[in-house]
T-cell receptor
Framework: NAGVMQNPRHLVRRRGQEARLRCSPM?????VYWYRQLPEEGLKFMVY????????ESGMPKERFSAEFPKEGPSILRIQQVVRGDSAAYFC?????????????FGPGTRLLVL | TQLLEQSPQFLSIQEGENLTVYCNSS?????LQWYRQEPGEGPVLLVT?????EVKKLKRLTFQFGDARKDSSLHITAAQTGDTGLYLC???????????FGAGTRLFVKA
């Protein structure tokens, strides 16, 4: 049973370009969460999605960032016009059911470097 | 704003020693999780505690949830080099969807 998959594992972008991060949840999981981790820090919640719906995006910056989880295909976290401060590790997690208390399984992350 | 503070931030010990790391908050959580994260990887869930005063054991790891559900501890007995990693606590509260993470304790076990 494959775990949560994220690609690319590493992404380098120049300032002003777009970054697109993909997350395929575990089989049978319809809930996806995105987190950002800066060096030497814990994970910061960004957004929680179910299929075709954004449930909670309170942790996501209102400008330049967007997320989707279409009916078919992976969840996408999109960052437009990237800046150096966007450099971080972005983790996706998935769960079978909704919170509370539902175990979240994490992917290996995408490390974004903005030059 | 709910915060989880972890201590110590960094811990370096010899193989075979015991250690305890802490996770504290001024807020009450309905459940609390402990994760271990290795370099270049995502966090891996170790345990979830949900009842105040609960103690769970996972081989050499003992997890405790405070009676008031505001704090937790992780005790490792006879540490091994394979225990090296970043230990993260995360709290969840009903009524919302966010999981709040602490900044982590970075453990290094020397052979």
């Amino acid at each position: 049973n494959a775990g949560v998959m994220q690609n690319p594992r590493h992404l380098v972008r120049r300032r002003g370009q777009e970054a697109r991060l993909r997350c395929s949840p575990m089989k049978g999981h319809s809930h996806v969460y995105w987190y950002r981790q800066l060096p030497e820090e814990g994970l910061k919640f960004m957004v929680y999605l179910q299929k075709e719906n954004i449930i909670d995006e309170s942790g996501m910056p209102k400008e330049r960032f967007s997320a989707e989880f279409p009916k078919e295909g992976p969840s996408i976290l999109r960052i437009q016009q990237v800046v150096r401060g966007d450099s971080a590790a972005y983790f996706c997690a998935s769960s079978r059911d909704s919170p509370p208390g539902e175990t979240q399984y994490f992917g290996p992350g995408t490390r974004l470097l903005v030059l | 704003t709910q915060l989880l503070e972890q201590s110590p931030q960094f811990l370096s010990i010899q193989e075979g020693e015991n250690l305890t790391v802490y996770c504290n908050s001024s807020s009450v959580f309905s459940s609390l999780q402990w994760y271990r994260q290795e370099p270049g990887e995502g966090p891996v869930l170790l345990v979830t505690v949900v009842t105040g005063g609960e103690v769970k054991k996972l081989k050499r790891l003992t997890f405790q949830f405070g009676d008031a559900r505001k704090d937790s501890s992780l005790h490792i007995t006879a540490a091994q080099t394979g225990d090296t990693g970043l230990y993260l606590c995360a709290g969840y509260n009903t009524g919302g969807f966010k999981t709040i993470f602490g900044a982590g304790t970075r453990l290094f076990v020397k052979a």
